[in-house]
């Protein structure tokens, strides 16, 4: 209202410009003036009439000439209260991010604490351009893997790769695709199927790069993914629209979710209580990205975990969001340069789909 208000006086100056015109010249009208020795200005009767009546109408030009003062000192009021409202503003908002911030680095120390309590210091970090990770060794009674830590600075660190960049394929090792595309950590990541001939391809939906290669309505299976700003989304979609509203820049799906807004989700019933390898993703209280690999089926070295204590563990760590990737052989985590755990099979598994994470 108030910039209309503006507007619409602004106008009316200009509309009144004219008037002011006359006024000015009117003023500075010396009538006794010589333009030289030769002319001089004879003054009649009719002129002095003419005159008089151009005196009188600029008189009636005195109210216009009032309204349009009064006008411009509203006009300097309402600029100047607008000014005053917006460095308002501006100061709350600045108030607004700092207490935000502090928030935030509140938070990350907590989280730093909790970390340095249950895993001692990192084995190892990476503090890079578009990402910060540290990566911690799990070590427990009956299970051993490891957990990484990410702060992305720029949500281009992330991205989900296809082997060789195909949706059918005969698989990649993850080594091999963090090596091909300059990874510092990457991870498996979802499940595939095999469609004969030697090749697999993904199961579920699958995002790269924002672009949706493959989509399956298939409500047994669980999306997860990372949209524009590097969070992390997904859980059941119901439609490639909603899909879309998502925008994902990466993703892809296996089963089951397992925490959503810190509370545990139900584990279907063919997954309880069952010891494996596992590869799970989540996200911390402040943000941050985890991801976790647990060896299994080998004994001596590790037993694996059950998805019911995988929700436990995970809560402990502050974690609010997390679900279940594909585990068993495929469960493989590389990081700076080499494969840190012992893939169940021996030896890393060709998968459809992997996790880097670029420095």
Not at 22 to 32: L, V
Not at 56 to 79: N, W
Not at 316 to 323: G, L, S
């Amino acid at each position: 209202m108030r910039r209309a208000f503006i507007k619409l006086n602004l106008c009316f100056l200009m509309l009144a410009a004219p008037v002011v015109g006359y006024w000015t010249a009117f003023h500075t009208y010396d009538p006794e003036l010589q333009l030289n020795s030769d002319q001089m200005i004879i003054q009649t009767a009719e002129s002095d009439g003419l005159l008089l009546q151009f005196r009188q109408r600029l008189g009636d030009t005195a109210p216009a000439l009032d309204s349009i003062s009064g006008s411009l000192r509203e006009i300097y009021e309402a600029i100047e209260a607008e000014k005053a409202g917006y460095e308002e503003t501006r100061t709350q908002i600045s108030n607004l991010i700092a207490s935000s911030q502090q928030q935030i680095d509140q938070t990350e120390d907590v989280l730093e604490e909790i970390l340095s309590n249950k895993l001692g210091e990192p084995i190892g970090q990476t503090f890079g351009q578009r990402a910060t990770i540290k990566v911690y060794s799990l070590q427990e009674a009956g299970y051993r893997g490891y957990m990484a830590k990410v702060k992305l600075h720029d949500p281009s660190a992330l991205k989900m790769v296809l082997a060789n960049d195909e949706v059918r394929s005969r698989g990649e090792t993850t080594s091999q695709a963090a090596e091909r595309t300059g990874a510092v950590l990457a991870i498996n990541a979802g499940g595939f199927m095999s469609i004969g001939g030697g090749k697999i391809a993904p199961i579920g939906i699958t995002v790269v790069d924002g672009e949706i290669v493959t989509y399956s309505d298939d409500k047994n299976v669980s999306f997860v993914g990372f949209n524009k700003q590097g969070r992390l989304v997904g859980g059941r979609i119901a439609s490639r629209e909603q899909l879309e509203e998502m925008e994902v820049l990466q993703g892809a799906s296996f089963l089951p979710t397992l925490l959503q807004d810190g509370k545990k989700q139900p584990i279907p019933k063919d997954w309880a209580n069952r010891r494996e390898p596992r590869t799970l993703i989540g996200h911390f209280s402040n943000g941050d990205i985890l991801f976790i690999v647990i060896d299994g089926r080998q004994k001596n070295w590790s037993n694996g975990v059950t998805l019911e204590e995988a929700q436990e563990k995970l809560l402990e760590f502050n974690v609010t969001d997390a679900y279940n990737l594909d585990g068993g052989g495929s469960s493989t985590f590389y990081y700076d340069g080499k494969v840190l755990n012992k893939p169940s099979g021996g030896s890393e598994r060709r998968v459809t789909t992997n996790l880097v994470v670029l420095p």
